[in-house]
């Protein structure tokens, strides 16, 4: 991949997170109060079935095992443990908590995808969490057993989805809607019955919070996830767990442009090292050695740019011994026979 491709696919790939970082805007000044569970199912449960609906395809066989898995990692648990953390975290001490996320890819990914760790990994791990460190936490914050338990394990299950996410791929002929919309509706189903024992119902809802709800359900679900799960499949697994960090970037900057927070030389150099650690992990990141083939029924990637890639891999290979990647797929060429001669005057 081109490293003008490959920040071209970062970019659009870290939209998804920079909208999840709005969450907590549209949560504390659309939602209802004290319903996070509530808000997580309907964020997640209402978009999978529209997808669902618009694409009309069930998993099959391996696949109904696989899309639970990769539902209940991606949105269910994840969502669950991600609203535990907040409620017993300050919002910088959560985040902080998080940014073990990258180092998780990074030991997975070494054991299922089988690639390497390098400096430069660990150095771009610690520097995120610096950076996040200075951009968020603050003074007052506090530590409490349950909500760092939660956070640690809400990174867990958010790195294991990406790896295992790049490990599968997508089953060969399913879209890329079909294949979020299986994850959502998985996951809005494990929390629905948690939703509806765990929380009452609010009395009553404004319009106000209809578009929030709608908001997190088509804007932070339905298309973020699309381009989240497009961005899994084309980035090395490492490269696209960085690019979570556009969340809490992202809820920094709206604080400060609609909710009076201020941003002070200690958060802007936290920022500063947050996108440095981003790009360190754009670099550094190659493909894995051990990712599996785009075709056939474990997915994998689709499209024309990794067949120009494969292309690209093979000349490399090749490349020392002076052959033309070519040569390896064309026919052999045999000589042409010698012509034999007519008989002469004394032969029989």
Known sequence: MTDRRLVRISLLTALAPAVWGS????????????????????????????LLLLTRVLPRGIWWVRATVLGVL??????????????????????????VQPMIVLLLGAVLLGARIRLLHIGACALAAAGVALLVLQPQAGLDGVGVLAGLLGAACMASGIVLTKRWGRPEGVSLLAFTGWQLTVGGLALLPVALL?????????????????????????????????????LPALAASFLSFASPLCATVLGYLFMGQTLGPLQLLGAAGVVGAVVLAQRGAGEPPGTPP????????????????????????????????????????????RPVPPPGPGSA
Request: charge should be negative; hydrophobic fraction near 45%; aromatic fraction near 10%.
């Open 294 to 337: 785009a075709s056939g029924a474990e997915g994998g990637r689709h499209g024309d740019d990794e067949e120009h890639e494969h292309e690209h891999g093979r000349h490399d290979a090749v490349s020392g011994l002076g052959v033309h990647p070519s040569s390896l797929t064309a026919p052999p060429t045999v000589p042409a026979p």
């Open 198 to 234: 765990g929380e009452p119902l609010p009395e009553r809802l404004t319009w106000t919070n209809v578009g929030g709800f709608a908001y997190l359900g088509i804007i932070g679900a339905l298309l973020a996830y699309v381009v989240w799960f497009n961005g899994i499949a084309r």
């Open 74 to 99: 991606n949105i269910g648990a994840f969502f669950y443990f991600l609203f535990l953390a907040a409620y017993h975290l300050p919002g910088g001490v959560a985040a902080l908590v998080m940014t």
């Open 23 to 50: 969450t907590y805007l549209v949560t504390t000044e659309f939602l209802p109060p004290d319903r996070p569970l509530l808000a997580s199912t309907l964020r997640a449960l209402p978009a999978g079935l529209i």
